[in-house]
C-alpha cells in the first residue's frame, strides 16, 4: 500500500506560481509512475502531468504545456507539480496519483485515473482573477 501526501495548494491570483508536492510512503517509490489529476466542482477528474520513474518520459495534457512542470525526486519520495501563469480556470482539487509503470503502453493508457491505483487526498488550489 503507498500513501500519497500532497501539499502546496493555496489561494493565487491570476498569473501567479504555485508549487505542489506529493510526498509517498513506499519506499519503493522510484518503480512508479506519477501523476497529477484534477477536480473541479462539478467536472470529472482531469490529467494534468505524468512522469516515468526515472524521469526520462514526461507528459502534459495540451492546456498546461509550457505553464506547468512535473518533476520528482526519488531519493525524498516526491513528486512535484510546478504551475506557473495561473488562471482562473486551474482552480481545482489536486491529486497526486502513483500507478505501474510499463514502458509500452501509449500515452494515453497514463492518461486514464483508473490505472492508477494509489491516490493522495487532494490539495486545493484557488485562483483569483
Known amino acids: 500500500q503507498v500513501r500519497l501526501v500532497e501539499s502546496g495548494g493555496g489561494l493565487v491570483q491570476a498569473g501567479g506560481s504555485l508549487r505542489l508536492s506529493c510526498v509517498a510512503s513506499?519506499?519503493?517509490?522510484?518503480?512508479?509512475?506519477m501523476a497529477w489529476f484534477r477536480q473541479a466542482p462539478g467536472k470529472e477528474r482531469e490529467f494534468v502531468a505524468r512522469i516515468s520513474p526515472t524521469s526520462s518520459t514526461t507528459d502534459y495534457a495540451d492546456s498546461m504545456k509550457g505553464r506547468f512542470s512535473i518533476s520528482r525526486d526519488n531519493a525524498k519520495n516526491t513528486v512535484y507539480l510546478q504551475m506557473n501563469s495561473l488562471k482562473p480556470e486551474d482552480a481545482a482539487v489536486y491529486y497526486c496519483?502513483?500507478?505501474?509503470?510499463?514502458?509500452?503502453?501509449?500515452?494515453?493508457?497514463?492518461?486514464?485515473?483508473?490505472?492508477?491505483?494509489?491516490w493522495g487526498q487532494g490539495t486545493q488550489v484557488t485562483v483569483s482573477s
Open positions: 513506499e519506499r519503493t517509490f522510484n518503480i512508479y509512475n
Open positions: 496519483a502513483a500507478g505501474d509503470f510499463r514502458p509500452l503502453l501509449s500515452v494515453r493508457y497514463y492518461r486514464v485515473p483508473t490505472n492508477y491505483a494509489y
